[in-house]
């Protein structure tokens, strides 16, 4: 494989498509040196493959807000591979959306999934709606006006929808309520993240914040550190946030910092019960603002215009958005003693901070292995739905551990440089061959 021609000719047909030509970069990078050591996969041309979705699907949604006007959006579903299983991840609504945002997305949930050890392929949707400031009536009419376009593409067969940033469980409920409407079955498999009272899984709110906090707990362990006293700066205060300050703080460290697009609040005292709960009304505020937070909690200080990295912590978890952790903040990091960064949004950090960690050899892992605890819980939703059970709240975190146990010990495996484990790689070749292969035997199709 030659990375720089396959990085070129990708360039030139998707211009300025920047997020989906990183994410590819990167897991390219990381694989070369496994890929020439078989030659079946260069026959097969595997690489040229891979890095293309299946399909695109693309459509307009129309609808009326309050005030009676009527708005349109774009939505978009993008199929990405389905060696391994049924197409499989979330759906985003952020006024950024954009088919080269999806491409990323879906390219990285390709060997996230692959990683969880059940059986998913790789995909991802959205919308550029921009949920702030929306009414709930609002979210609801957005929703079913989405869903009228997508329903008739999905299934729990072909692909299966979940939540990602701006949809959430509210969101879910509104899409499937339209889905049913229209399918006239009901089919709970078709999504995941659904309430608890009709067909979603317990755990699954909490899944991706938790599985990440169990996959730091491997990553120190092995490294002879503990969770236990350790400061934690997030970023964010949304869902992953949220199931992550939790565990954290169930876990024993202490989460000095949550953030938004408005600051960084300041906690000093760590997280306590009440101040956990409120950042899921923040988050259901549709403000997305954190400022409110210390007005509410007096211990806390909010600092306008700064991000969570500004912090000094032991480990920094970017929970928010794609590239939230630049360069720049890698290096104020680590004149301030951060030891460890595990990515739990998805591309969390740019390429430059990724280098500035794994120069200075402290504990870095990328989000598709330390946020794939997300996507599992959504497979064991789907297994609870095809078998019409429902699992305890044990049962589902004691699978949840165990695949989070599992993603590090693949990664481990395939990212050991000796005196160094490199997750990137690591998470980058186990997902791969895996997909890889899958690929292969099923000839060219
Ligand atoms: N959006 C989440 C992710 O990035 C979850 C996807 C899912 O549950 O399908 O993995």
């Avoid at 409920?173 to 089919?187: S, V």
């Avoid at 503990?226 to 954290?248: D, M, R, Y």
């Amino acid at each position: 494989m030659d990375v720089k021609k396959i990085m070129l000719d990708l360039e030139r047909k998707h211009p300025g498509e920047n997020e989906y030509l990183q994410a590819v970069h990167e897991v390219l990078e990381s694989i070369e040196e496994v890929y020439n050591q078989h030659p079946e996969f260069e026959k097969a041309k595997i690489v040229e493959r891979i890095v293309e979705p299946d399909r695109i699907i693309t459509f307009r949604v129309t609808w009326v807000d309050d005030r009676g006007e009527i708005q349109t959006n774009l939505g978009y579903r993008i199929q990405f591979n389905s060696a391994i299983g049924p197409y499989k991840g979330g759906i985003r609504f952020h006024k950024a959306v954009n088919p080269s945002m999806l491409k990323f997305l879906g390219f990285e949930q390709t060997f996230k999934n692959a990683l969880t050890t059940l059986p998913m392929g790789g995909a991802k949707g959205g919308s550029d709606f921009d949920p702030v400031g929306k009414s709930d009536a609002e979210i609801m009419r957005f929703c079913q006006a989405f869903m009228l376009e997508l329903w008739q593409n999905i299934g729990p067969d072909t692909d299966v929808p979940a939540g990602d940033v701006g949809v959430g469980g509210r969101e879910i409920g509104f899409m499937y309520g339209m889905y049913k409407k229209l399918a006239r079955e009901y089919n709970t498999g078709v999504l995941t993240g659904k309430g608890l009272t009709w067909g979603g899984s317990l755990i699954r709110p909490e899944a991706t914040g938790f599985g990440a906090l169990y996959f730091v707990e491997h990553m120190l362990h092995r490294a002879g550190k503990e969770l236990k006293g350790a400061t934690i700066a997030i970023s964010g205060f949304g869902n992953v946030a949220w199931g992550a300050a939790k565990k954290a703080t169930e876990l024993g460290a202490k989460v000095i910092a949550i953030s938004g697009p408005d600051g960084v609040i300041h906690n000093p005292n760590g997280m306590t019960d009440e101040k956990i709960a409120y950042m899921l009304q923040l988050r259901a505020s549709n403000q997305n603002i954190v400022a409110p937070f210390a007005e509410k909690f007096p211990d806390a200080t909010f600092v306008p215009g700064k991000k969570a990295w500004s912090v000094k912590c032991d480990i920094a978890l970017p929970c928010a958005f794609q590239n939230e952790l630049t360069g720049a903040d890698a290096e104020e990091l680590l004149a301030n003693g951060t030891w460890c960064v595990a990515e739990v949004s998805n591309m969390g950090c740019t390429p430059e901070a990724i280098a500035a960690f794994q120069k200075a050899r402290i504990l870095f892992a990328p989000g598709k292995a330390v946020n794939a605890g997300g996507v599992a819980t959504s497979g064991l939703e789907m297994t609870q739905n095809a078998m019409h059970i429902s699992w305890s709240a044990a049962e589902v975190d004691e699978k949840l551990h165990y695949i989070m146990q599992s993603i590090h010990e693949a990664c481990v495996k395939a990212g050991n440089e000796g005196d160094y484990i490199n997750y990137v790689k690591g998470a980058n070749i186990a997902g791969f061959l895996k997909v890889a292969q899958a690929m292969l035997e099923q000839g060219i199709v």
